[in-house]
């Protein structure tokens, strides 16, 4: 029990629920630094320890919690620095909060053991009860008592500050962590965790993503071929100018695979690709797919230092352009790079046969990050992670040829991804939107009349503000990128999507109901072959309810980021509760709400996205 654990190792059970106490309000808040009160007794002098009155003092006290110190080492510091607080205690801290009209946050108060026999005074009976401490004590107070050698953990809490959820799992993790401390004295503090067993396996089913088989031998290209050859004829792509068919787009990005390999292309080799909002950029990609690259897009929008920065740092051979913008960048400043291809200047009548050196194990893309942190991070994605990705888009919105989908996202950003290639990859029909229409709300909702567009895959503030003012006549929306805000209710298939770069596109997903009055709405749940975790600051898992860092683990995530080592191995780690498994910290704060789904609180380091770049 715990108080034979007390005496062999040397201490006393007040300091073994402060350091739990302490440990738990570390975890949840995600600080190291907890500040709080606790009452004292008051009768040091020994002139008044037999005296009748009420002499408690509450004292203010600040502990710093590191997760490297050792469990029992955390226990034993208490004792001194408590003492020194109480040398101070004839300061009333009581009298202090009333004055300046304060109220601390949080108290904790060991009681020790409560009689069980009726006690007597002066020839009556007398009562225990337990002491109110006045305007000192905190909007949120943790009683533990011994009786019968037993502890009792009691919280009270200021009514509409907390939920009884809450208080419910602080009472249950300070348990819990109690129980992991006598049983892992010598563990380091990261190491202990706010969760049972039993929890932990309920937690771990809760974020495991539906199971769905797919062939990992095959690549993007091995479905792209085969809806080519199952529908040559039908429209692959259609942009502002013009629009090509599968066969086209087959033969014409064998034929630049072809130049690409003469070139030095191979496996994992990085080919930028630099091309506006035209088909052309597709065929460019999957000549670089078909050549065995990861091909690395380019916004010509960016200035041309971002650019060349992207060059250098990829080390890419062969840049794919059109001379005109090759020009007109290099007006703005030098782009170096060993080859250049100029589409317009390629001869695509030229027969050539079939290519394919892409395999599971290769790069894909790569997608240089905002960079908010100061320069642009390249994102390994690989082809296995694209393949599993694929898989789920194509079930998910029911993608069949003869579907027409808009792609409205920047090449250079991953979400580019989750239109082009699960299209391509069901025989589906592409629309790349103008630049111009991007932006142009009454000129979108005209183009999906007239086209028969049945989805898209757009940024929430632009799929809130089609929603908000039109009735759109789509079959499916997909939008992710920003906290979606409630809109009008929609006869489309919406679904609120979350995704960093790291986890190819989408990781997370929730189909909207439009009849539901939502306070929050959730991101939803993982992805097939996936899994979501809540976690603390020391990545061990946080109980349900309880708000943490999202993890993500599965074959979506990232082979990690471009030279750069140390931030590859901060982000991407080995799981403290699956160990052996790989995930991806994402820095976003979240939690599992009462129905089993993500709910999107923040940022933990407080970034901002504007216009898609993070700041």
Not at 179 to 184: D, L, Q, R, T
Not at 461 to 487: A, R
Request: hydrophobic share 40%.
């Amino acid at each position: 029990g715990i108080n034979s654990i007390c005496r062999e190792q040397q201490f006393s059970a007040v300091w073994l629920f402060m350091a739990a106490f302490e440990l738990v309000v570390a975890r949840l808040s995600r600080e190291e630094t907890v500040v709080y009160t606790s009452p004292y007794h008051g009768r040091a002098e020994q002139e008044i320890r037999t005296s009748l009155g009420m002499f408690v003092r509450t004292i203010p006290l600040l502990t710093h919690v590191s997760g490297d110190v050792s469990v029992l080492d955390f226990i034993r510091s208490h004792k001194a620095p408590f003492f020194d607080a109480v040398k101070h205690s004839g300061f009333s801290f009581s009298e202090f909060c009333s004055e300046f009209h304060m109220v601390p946050e949080l108290s904790f108060s060991y009681q020790g053991k409560r009689e069980q026999r009726d006690a007597v005074f002066l020839g009556e009976k007398v009562y225990q009860d337990r002491a109110l401490l006045g305007p000192g004590r905190g909007e949120l107070e943790t009683f533990v008592y011994e009786l019968g050698g037993q502890y009792e953990v009691d919280l009270r809490f200021t009514e509409g500050q907390y939920e009884e959820d809450f208080i419910r799992t602080f009472a249950q993790s300070i348990w819990c962590c109690v129980e992991n401390m006598i049983a892992h004295p010598f563990a380091a503090l990261k190491d202990i965790h706010l969760v049972s067993e039993q929890e932990k396996q309920e937690l771990l089913l809760l974020g495991q993503g539906e199971a769905m088989p797919f062939d990992e031998k095959e690549t993007m290209i091995d479905l792209f071929q085969k809806q080519a050859k199952l529908h040559p004829d039908a429209r692959a792509v259609v942009d502002e100018v013009s629009s090509m068919t599968y066969a086209e787009l087959d033969r014409q990005s064998d034929v630049l695979a072809a130049e690409l390999i003469r070139q030095g292309a191979a496996e994992d080799s990085f080919v930028a690709v630099m091309l506006p909002r035209r088909k052309e950029f597709l065929v460019s990609v999957m000549a670089v797919f078909k050549a065995g690259g990861a091909y690395i897009p380019l916004d010509n929008e960016y200035p041309t230092e971002r650019l060349q920065y992207m060059l250098e740092d990829s080390g890419a051979q062969v840049l794919i352009t059109t001379r005109a913008l090759f020009t007109e960048k290099n007006a703005e400043g030098k782009l170096t790079v060993p080859g250049v291809i100029f589409l317009e200047e390629t001869d695509f009548s030229k027969g050539c046969g079939p290519v394919n050196h892409s395999r599971p194990a290769s790069l894909a893309y790569m997608i240089y990050t905002s960079g908010s942190t100061g320069r642009p991070k390249g994102v390994m994605i690989g082809h296995k992670s694209l393949r599993g990705y694929i898989a789920w888009k194509v079930k998910q919105e029911d993608l069949h040829p003869g579907d027409r989908w808009t792609e409205q996202a920047s090449f250079s950003f991953d979400a580019s991804a989750a239109v082009l290639y699960p299209l391509l990859a069901s025989g589906a029909e592409i629309h790349i939107l103008s630049s111009a229409l991007c932006r142009d709300l009454a000129g979108m909702y005209q183009y999906f009349i007239e086209n028969e567009i049945t989805g898209a895959d757009l940024t929430t503030q632009l799929g809130m503000e089609l929603l908000n003012q039109y009735d759109l006549p789509l079959k499916y929306l997909m939008i992710g990128g920003e906290k979606l805000q409630p809109t009008r209710p929609t006869a489309v298939k919406l679904y609120n999507s979350y995704g960093p770069t790291e986890f190819t596109v989408d990781a997370v997903y929730h189909l909207v109901d439009p009849g539901r009055t939502y306070a929050n709405i959730p991101i939803g749940r993982p992805v097939p072959n996936s899994m979501a975790a809540v976690v603390d600051s020391e990545g061990q898992l946080l109980p349900r309810g309880i708000a943490g860092e999202l993890c993500l683990l599965g074959v979506q995530a990232a082979r990690g980021y471009w030279k750069r080592p140390e931030k590859t191995a901060e982000v991407f780690v080995d799981s403290s509760f699956l160990p052996g498994t790989r995930m991806y910290r994402t820095g976003d704060l979240v939690r599992w709400n009462a129905e089993g789904e993500l709910e999107y609180l923040g940022r933990i380091d407080q970034q901002v996205k504007v216009r898609g770049f993070r700041i």
